[in-house]
C-alpha cells in the first residue's frame, strides 16, 4: 500500500512539470505583456519607456531562461514578485487559495450531502414521482451553466432575502457566521452542477448495487433495511461515486474562477483572471500551477481512496 | 468599479480603472472645475513670465495623508519621477518639455522649459500623470499598494481584485469638503451583480449599461446620471500598404457611407453624441454638433457611392476590420458599420480580438481597419498625438498612407502657443483637415450611464470616465 502512495506520488511530479511547461508557453503566447495591458495602446505610452520596464523585468530574456528562472523559484520556494502590485506572490496566494479553498469545499459538501441521499432517495423510489423530479432536477442541474445560474441568484437573493455580495471579503476564523453567509450562494451555485452530477451517479450505481447478491443475501440474513443500504448497498456503491467527485471536484476551480468574477471575490479564480488581463506572468503562473497542481492531487488521492473503499484494489496493486 | 484596479501606483501610465482611486487621493498643482477650467490647487497661483517659464506660488499648511508637510521638495521630486517612473511605470509621451525645475524657495517652485509647452498646465491638471507625492516616498514604500497624497480622501485598506477603502482626509486644505467619511471602492465586474448590490442598499452607486440604466430609471429609490466622457469610438485605417483607404476618396466615402445616428440607436440606445478627433464637452474645442451632423460628418449615400466610383472602386472591397471583443460595444458597432458599407459595396468582416491582441496589432500597424475607442486627454494636442510624424504610432499606422505638411505644421504650432483664442483657432483649422481628409474615422461619443440611490447628491459624470464628483458628494 505505501509502495503504491509512494509511487503515485513520484508519478504526480513529472505531471506538474509538464503543466508548468505548457502553462509556461501558453502564458508567453498571449499577446502583448504587462507594459501593453497597462497601457492598453494609448498614444500616451512612450515605446522606449515601455522597452525600459521589459529589460527591467527581465522580459528581455530568451523563453527557456525565463522559465529557467520561474521553475527554480518554485522548487526554492521563492514565488517572486507580482510585476503589477510589486507584492510577494506568496502573500497574494496566501490571501487567495483559503478564500477559494473553502468555497471549492462548501460546494463539495453540498453537493455529497444533498446530491448523495437525493440519489439514495431516487433509487430507492425508483419510477415514482419523487423519482422523476430527482431526475428532471439533475438534467437541469447538469444542463445549467453556472454562470447564468450565478446571474440569476444574484437577482433572487438580493429581490427576496436581501443579500449581495459581500463588500468586503470577511474571513471564517474571524467571524464563522458573516464568512459562511458570504460563502452560501457562491458555494451554491458552483456545487450545482457536481450536486447533480452525484445525484445521478448515487442513483444509477444504488440501482445496479440493489440488484447485486451480496444485497439478496443481507436482506436473507434478517439484517435490518437501513443497515442493508448503508453498509451494503451504499458503501459498494460509492466507488463510482468518489471517481465522480474527485475529478469534478478539480473541475469545480475552473466554476470558482468564473463565480468569483462574478461575485466579487477576492479568490485564486479572480486573481488568475486579473493576472490574465494584466498580463502579470510570475503570478499567472503561479496560480495555473496551484490550479493545475490541486486537479493532480486531487486525482491522486482518489485513486488512494479507491483502496481504503475497495480492498479487491488493495490486493491488485 | 466595474474593473479592478491592478495597483494604486501614482506614477506612470495606468489605466481608469487606478485613476478612479488615485484622482480621490492625489492632487497636482493645479485642477480642473467640472467645466474643464484651470484652478488652483496645490499651486495658490502660478506667474508666466515668458512662454519657457513658470513659477508656482504654493499652499502653505498642506500635509500629506502621512502628516508630512507639503513643500517644494515634494513638487520637484514627484516632477522627476513622473520623468521616469519606477516599475512597472512607464512615463507618458505626455509629460511636458521641462528642463529643469527649481526650488526657488519653500513654497515657489520655477519649471524651466526645453521650448515652449502649452500642454503644461492640461498635464498638471488632468492629473493622471502629474500627481505630487512626498520626497523620496517611493524608496520607503510599496506605492502600488499604498498611497500617501494630500487630496480628499486616503486610503485605509486595499485589497488587490476586491475593493479599495477610503477615508475623508481631515486636514484636507479645501475647508468643509469632502462630505463623506469613507467610501469602499468595491470591484463587482459583473453588472448584475452590480445591480442587485445597488437595488438591495449594499452599495450607492455604480456604472452601467444603457439597458441597465433603463430599468434603473423606473425605480424610484435610484437616480440615474448621465453624460458623455473622452472616450469615444472611432474607426482607425492602416494606411501606407496600397490598399483603397489610401486614397482620400474612399475614406471620404466611408465617412459618407457610416450612418451615426444609426451607431447610436442600435448600440447606444440613441443615446449620445457625434464627435470629432476632439470630444463632445472637452471644454470649448470640439467641433460643434450642427457642424458635424451638417458638414463633416453627414450620412450621404449618393455621395459616397460617386466618391467610390471617382476612386475606381465601385465594385468595392474586402476589408478585416478588427475590434476589441470586450466590452461588446466595439464589436456592435463594427457589426453596424458592417451593413451599413455593404451599401457602397465595400464587405467588411468583423473580427473581434481580446484587448491584449487588439493593442498589440494596432500599435504594431498589424490590421487594416480597427474599431477601438479613445481616452482623456490633458490638452486637446493629446487627441491627435497619433497624427505627429514623429510618434511611434505614426510609423507603424499612417506612414506612406497620409502626410499633411499644413496639418503637421500646425499640430507643432499648438504645442507652443499659449494664447487661448489663437489656439482654439489652430485646433479648429486642425480638426477641419482630420474631418476632410478622414486618415482615421471619429464615430460617435456615447452617453455612460451611472445610477446612484437616491440619498446620493451632487454627484456628476466625469469627462475622464472617473470618479472626480466624489469628493463633493453627499448623503441624505
Known sequence: ?317 | MAAAPPNIAPIGVSPTATWEITNLVYESLVRWDRNMSVQPALAESWDIPDNKTYIFHLRQGVTFHSGKAFDATDVQYSFGLQKSPPPPGTVTSYYPKIASIDVVDKYTVRFNMASPDATFLGYCAWLAYSPIIPNGIYDRANMQISADGTGPFKVTQYVANSHVALERNRSYWRSGYPYLDSITMKVLADEQARFSALTSGAIDGATFSADIAGAASKSTDLVVLSGTTAAYNEMSFKLGGGKPWDDVRVRQAVNHAVNRQEILDKVFGGKGQYTSKIPPNYGNWPVSQDDLKNKYETYDLDTAKKLMSAAGFASGFKVTLQAIATPTQYVQVSEVIKEQLKKINIDVTVQPLEVGTFAKNYQSGNFEWGSTGRGMRGDPSGFFADLDPAGSLYQHIYKGGYENQKLTDLLAQGLQLTDASQRKQLYDQVQDIVLTEWPTLPLVDAVKYQVVRKRVHDMYVSIDATERGLPEVWVS
Request: charged share 10%.
Open chain 1, 1 to 317: 500500500m505505501r509502495r503504491q502512495w509512494v509511487r503515485r506520488l513520484l508519478q504526480a511530479v513529472p505531471t506538474l512539470l509538464g503543466m508548468s511547461i505548457l502553462i509556461f508557453g501558453l502564458v508567453h503566447l498571449l499577446p502583448g505583456d504587462v507594459t501593453s495591458a497597462l497601457t492598453g495602446g494609448e498614444a500616451g505610452a512612450n515605446a522606449s519607456s515601455e522597452a525600459a520596464l521589459r529589460k527591467a523585468l527581465g522580459l528581455n530574456g530568451s523563453i527557456p531562461l525565463q522559465y529557467w528562472h520561474f521553475v527554480t523559484g518554485l522548487f526554492s520556494g521563492h514565488l517572486g514578485k507580482s510585476f503589477v502590485t510589486g507584492q510577494s506572490i506568496a502573500t497574494i496566494m496566501g490571501g487567495a487559495i483559503p478564500i477559494t479553498l473553502e468555497i471549492a469545499l462548501l460546494a463539495s459538501l453540498m453537493a455529497v450531502a444533498v446530491g448523495m441521499p437525493l440519489g439514495v432517495l431516487s433509487a430507492l423510489k425508483r419510477n415514482s414521482a419523487s423519482d422523476l423530479l430527482g431526475r428532471v432536477a439533475g438534467l437541469v442541474g447538469l444542463s445549467v451553466p453556472n454562470f447564468w445560474l450565478a446571474t440569476l441568484a444574484l437577482l433572487a437573493t438580493s429581490r427576496f432575502f436581501g443579500w449581495v455580495p459581500a463588500l468586503e471579503w470577511t474571513s471564517f476564523w474571524s467571524d464563522p457566521l458573516e464568512n459562511l453567509s458570504q460563502a452560501a450562494v457562491p458555494a451554491f451555485c458552483v456545487s450545482f452542477y457536481l450536486l447533480a452530477m452525484v445525484m445521478r451517479m448515487t442513483r444509477a450505481s444504488m440501482l445496479e448495487v440493489l440488484h447485486e447478491g451480496y444485497v439478496r443475501t443481507a436482506r436473507a440474513k434478517g439484517a435490518p433495511e437501513r443497515v442493508v443500504i448503508v453498509r451494503h448497498a451504499l458503501r459498494n456503491s460509492l466507488i463510482p461515486v468518489v471517481t465522480v467527485v474527485g475529478t469534478q471536484v478539480g473541475s469545480l476551480m475552473g466554476g470558482v474562477t468564473i463565480i468569483e468574477v462574478i461575485f466579487g471575490i477576492p479568490g485564486v479564480g479572480n486573481t488568475l483572471i486579473n493576472a490574465v488581463y494584466t498580463r502579470d506572468y510570475p503570478l499567472i503562473e503561479v496560480t495555473a500551477v496551484f490550479l493545475a497542481a490541486v486537479f493532480v492531487i486531487l486525482n491522486l488521492a482518489v485513486d488512494l481512496v479507491y483502496g481504503l473503499l475497495d480492498p479487491r484494489l488493495r490486493a491488485s496493486t
